[in-house]
């Protein structure tokens, strides 16, 4: 019997649940604009005035959760309003999306949407599936294309999804930004590469303060580009006339860490740091349905699916996350995943500003893996000894493990710890064992929501392949 991705597509017929007469249809455009590793605490308006300045005008502005801390299952899920494990978007070899689930492209199309979608990265490719449901899906560049594009937009049913890549690594000196800052430090490199940055990647790898400080300064000089970018493609909707009737989404696929659990970049942890984004919504001009849920309040990010689709008329299967139109008695905890990182699938759930972090354990940590993830990566170069096995024979005892590994379980019980977030920023361990069993509790009841039984990736594969399990 297939899973419940297959069912997605049938409920293409069915009403919207909840949605009755009067409920207002938009048949405007909408502009769905994802950027990657740009954390919620580097928004200002010094930094980034352009998106400071739509999330000051926007029906709906503050901070969101992303669904993962990893840009690949976390791209997956807003373009499918699904979990990481329920698309099986995981990251590494299994980045492709199935061709049994229904994407943001496809559910407006079946309303009448044309579709235009701007990527960026291979993994992102058409072969990988993320083209499906676009009727033009480019590569992003320069962005020129993009913002013609976005320029020409017309009055009636049009998606256009623009993927911007910064501030993602390489983090590029730009001269004519500099002077936004008063406090970089000097001598800034003219470019930091991810294999420069990967090197701090393991927690054992001490960063120094002034390496540390050089990262923190060009990624910044490096987000306020991102805004720049971002700021010429809201020009270009305000250049076409639609301003007033779009619908526009900007937000971030994750964050980016930079030393605060002793790692560097994305994908490493599912801290605050790395799962914090801004969000910004701007409803078309007249909308008589306002967004239910507060501004405080921090929202999962893959809400964002069901927001547009309903915003469209469109249908909204039950397994993905709620719309920002469903009004809920309170906050809505949000359950972020990430997994096959050195022999453990990491979780966490936000509830206010606690957060339980769960890890469970597939196969026993491989002291070299940092290091075999760091000569994998193109243009890498290793100091110090040589590793004992091959970086493949390494990563595919981890993969083999992984695939053949009910994740939640693990092999070993899952370990947990208690953060309280403070502030704009940062967090501190909460000693509470009744809380932290309280969030241990929601966060099973979230992953196994709408996942009808515990299987391993190679399980989920033959399942959905209609192959009973271990056959």
Known sequence: MRRFPALLLALLSTLVAGCGR???VHDGPIVFITLNALRADVVDPVLTPQLDKLMRSADWAGRAIAPSSSVIPSTAALLTGLRPWQSQVLGHGRSDLPDDILTLPVALQAVGYRTQGYYHGRWMARESGYARGFDSYDLLGDGDAALDRVAHL???????WVHIPEPQPPYV??????????DLAPGLPPEIRLTELAAYSDPSVPLPPEVRRRFWDLYRVHVAWADERLGRLLDAVRQSGQWDRALIVVTSTHGEAFGERGQIADGGSLGRELIEVPLAVKLPAGWRRPLAVPRSERVAAARLWATVVEAA???????????LFTRSPGPLPVLSELYDRNGVNLYSLVDGDDQLLWESRFAPAEPEYYRARLIEMPGSRLTGPPLREDSEVILGRLATAFATTRPFSGIAPPRLSLERWEGGSGSRPLDDPKRQAELAAQL??????????ELSPDGEDQARQGTPPGR
């Open 22 to 24: 009067g409920t207002p």
């Open 154 to 160: 017309s009055a009636g049913r049009e998606l256009v």
């Open 173 to 182: 000196r730009r001269g004519w930004l500099l002077s936004r800052f008063q």
């Open 444 to 453: 099973r009841r979230a992953w196994y929501r709408f996942v009808p039984e």
């Open 313 to 323: 008329g469109g249908p909204v299967p039950p397994a993905v996350a709620p719309s």
